[in-house]
């Protein structure tokens, strides 16, 4: 491979992709499935030994900037939705890119620990898996009996009876669960039905996602009357040594669970690793978001080039299989080479980026902002997935307005890929299926 | 410590069980999720339901916009005083003062003691993250502390400041014993639920539900939690219902110790992986099982533990600085503020 063409197609990759990534709703892999679907069809665009090159590129991109989004515009993914709450908090404060800014870092960090983590990779990460691998169905059970059973009660008012008090706490718990189960319906409903065509079927989960986690925030954004104060360009970050190690061990230590774990999100393994390491500080917490998504989505893809084994991990992984085989550690060290390049060009584009959706937000109306990100979306959606699409997001959006409704985890909207997968690898889904009336 | 290192403790404790593990790859049991159900069971049934049937009998909730301790102390001081003069006990709950969506006001409640009295100081406003807003503190002195004298002598299993800022405030229980009026933090915490007796009762009604093995699984799970609390600094009722009163802990470890829970919960995933892979028809790791410990737990572990104590971080909440404070100038409180 020619080092200029690889710089080429890693600059053109970060550059999508960033373009891309503050697009609040729309994730980096229905995009990347459509370059791949095109890069197989004109085969001269994207050479087939480039293609894993420009991916490397895109998904460490978008693992950068995709906070900017959930920071100013409300609208998080499955991964960066623990990102919100304080990063709305700091935008609500004025200091919006100072989050912004804290969870870049934290991606460079999850980038640099990345590369210290390869002998882990070679030795350690491939012998764990294949211990863990006829027990990930339980082991998955676990953490959807974990989300459940810590949800924690947002109702407990000055209710008179010990009935009130109970119905008061139980109603955003109760919700909750709701949100679980339902969730998990549309997934196996969207899983297993074979409701959209054939050639965008890889794009099945799109519309449920984008309805589940962005759509109810944007018309949230779009209904509340909500003031976005002036924000402050800050010239430095209030972050010391041991702020940044605490927040980067845990950040690390989530993204990398997600990373080895089949269906596990970023935000899935941030929430776990945040309570393992019992973090408090919001900057603690922010920085080790921006560690951990970038771990869960740079490293699940990296652990593909791994030598000899391509672990597949994540959704990219699994669709360039059929394209291309890591044949030797060279590829490993490339894809690592372009893993660090992307970084430093999506870190700063981040900085730019951040800058110029806070000018945005403040010469254009937010509601109208909002109001124009739901039309991108229903429009992307319908174009690549038609009116099938359109119905399946507003299910979708009614599953995910429920836990802004009663103030619950909006993580539990997740059931809707880990409930069919668990049920899918215990060998329930078939039952499951004709008891529901899918399988005849 | 935290629910996930009791979660994890369960399903590490599951693990030992070599059939629970082969019937799980064999057969798709999820036989060892009962490991990490019951073991984060005991603080589920506080958290989710003991707690919301405790029916105190006085609540106290601070006006946000004419805020006065010593209106807080006397009512606590009338609830304790109440419990001392009639010998039954008494309950009260002290709720938040939350001001917005993201900002609370923070106060202070401790009991004395040395004088047998109800300290209570209005602290500043604090963000969700309980982070103080500078400047933001009561500018009326008066009314920012507060002291109510009790009768009989106090006695309390935590001598201690209370901070009360975000989410829900705690309750207090106030009960007689001779000359000395016993206060009680979270009366309905660690009671029946953290119990060797109730967790005996789930276990079997689990080994009646899902087999004999699934009921131990559940029992040992369970009973390691609380014996996990008791390295804390509240106990449990371990015999419930033949003991009734909650021991006290061994005071070792915090519940929001960061190491203490990182190492905890890592030590239980060592210890998962371990026995997965002992179980396993062919194992992958095949070293002797004290050179595996050493490689992956005492060696980062104890690597962890020293370097640790180099990243100690400020104490944004300011939880420390004021408790100590208070504590500090708990006998300056005098009669003006009584």
Redesign the interface.
Known sequence: MNFINLLIYTIAGTLIASMVSIIPGLHIYNVAGIILVFSVTFKNIIPTNILPVFIMSMIVTYSFLNTIPSVFLGAPDDSTIFVVL?GQ?YM?EGRGYEASVITSIGGVIGILLLVLATPFSFYVFP??I???S??M??IL??IL??MV??EW?NG?K?AKT?FG??FG??KS?AAGILTLILSGFLGIIIMNKSLLHLKISFQRVMPAFIGLFAIPLIITNIISKIEIPAQHISESINL????I??GSAAGFLGGIFAALFPIVTGGVGGL?AG????????R?FVLSQGVSKTVYYVGAFLLFFVPTLHITRGELAWMLTPLYTPHSANDYWIALGTMLISAALAFILSLFYSQLVIRLIEHINYRLISLVVLFILVIIIFLLTGPIGILIMIVGTSIGFIPVMFNSRRMNCIGVLLIPIILN????GPKILKFLGLLK | M????H?TTG?AVSTFFGEA?RI??EQ???I??LG??FG??PD?LD???G?????PDY?I?PEPNNLNAKKIAKQIAKAANEAYETGKTTEVQL?TIKLSA?TWRRYTVMFDSKTDSVVVEIGPVV?????PYPGTELQNHKKQKGKAKIKGKLSQELQKPFIIDIK?GPSFKFERKGDKLEVEFLPWYRQWSHSFTVGILLGIIAGLIFGKLAGIIAALAFSLHIIEDLFGFMGGNLLYPFTKNRTKGAKLIKT???LG??LI??ANLIII?FN??RF?PSP??TIPWYLYFLITFIIPGGILFFVSG?????D??HHEKMTAKMIEEMDDVEDEFM
Do not use: C
């Open positions: 304080p908090k609500l012998k764990v294949r211990i863990l006829p027990h169905f339980w059970g676990l009996v974990y059973m810590t009660s407990m000055r010990r008090k109970f706490a139980w718990l010391d040594g041991s702020l190690a605490r776990l309570y393992a390491t019992a973090q408090r500080d919001e603690i690898m215990a060998g329930l | 935290k629910g996930i290192a979660f399903v593990v799980a790859a798709q049991s999820f060892l999720l990490g159900i984060i069971l589920t958290f989710k339901f707690r919301y049937l405790d029916k609540e909730e709720h993201f963000s969700t993250s309980q982070v829900s929001n110790s960061p829970n990182f919960t890592y992986i997965l892979n396993s992958i790791i180099f990243f100690e971080i400020e944004i909440t």
